[in-house]
């Protein structure tokens, strides 16, 4: 099993709240991703990482932003949550180009 | 446009069977091509990998084919169980970037009855 975890598992939240999911792996891999996944649907890439300070946006558009102080942690914040952005959220992580790619379980997200 | 596309969208079998998932794509250039299991409510997880000069690659039950020239592969599972029950989704990933982009498919959803 990968050694990759994101938590919280499941979260609930108002509209306007403020949230980080948290994604961080012990595998020592360089490149980090999230990903964006609405029910039955293909995974959309949001953000990813090539190492510590290196961030870049995915190709779908997202309100959401992320930072790597550290190679094993990705964290992914909300400044002020809406409806829209209820989904699955996925973290992966990949030593690099072209290897396997690991995902954490996942955080699904409803705001109300 | 790079795109992957799956068929079954989904599919139900009896306990014991085998079936076959499809997944055709248009991603080039083309770095190699994985099959993965994601439960409901879950992370997908691998299977297989293949890249371009692998033609098969199994992973116990399960089975991946690939064609480079038509840019096709398929999943095949044998003597199917209950616990095989996911969405499996094709991810095709290429080499024209810096990134090694990943493309998915939608996944076929798969149900075991017993």
């Known amino acids: 099993e990968a050694d990759i975890y994101q938590t919280p598992r499941y979260l609930v939240i108002g509209t306007g709240k403020k949230i980080t999911l948290e994604c961080s792996q012990t595998?020592?891999?360089?490149?980090m991703y999230w990903y964006q996944q609405d029910p039955g649907m293909e995974l959309h890439l949001i953000h990813y990482s090539y190492g510590v300070n290196s961030t870049e946006k995915g190709d779908l558009s997202s309100e959401s932003t992320v930072s790597r102080i550290r190679t094993e942690h990705f964290p992914l914040t909300l400044e002020s949550a809406r409806p829209s952005h209820t989904s699955q959220y996925l973290c992966?992580?990949?030593?690099?180009?072209?290897?396997?790619?690991?995902f954490g379980q996942g955080t699904r997200l409803t705001v109300v | 446009k790079n795109q992957v596309e799956q068929s079954p969208q989904s599919l139900i079998i009896l306990e014991g069977k085998n079936c076959t998932l499809q997944?055709?794509?248009?991603?080039?250039?083309?770095?190699?091509l994985r099959w993965y299991k994601q439960d409901t409510g879950r992370g997908p997880v691998s299977l297989t990998i293949m890249t371009f000069s692998e033609n098969t690659k199994s992973n116990g039950r399960y089975t991946a084919t690939l064609d480079a020239d038509t840019k096709q592969s398929s999943l095949h599972i044998t003597a199917s169980q209950l616990s095989d029950s996911a969405s499996y989704i094709c991810v095709v990933s290429d080499r024209g970037s810096t990134l090694g982009r990943l493309y998915f498919g939608r996944g076929t959803q798969l149900t075991v009855w017993p």
């Open positions: 992966a992580s990949s030593p690099r180009e072209g290897t396997e790619a690991f």
């Open positions: 595998m020592g891999h360089d490149k």
């Open positions: 997944c055709n794509y248009t991603v080039s250039p083309f770095s190699n």
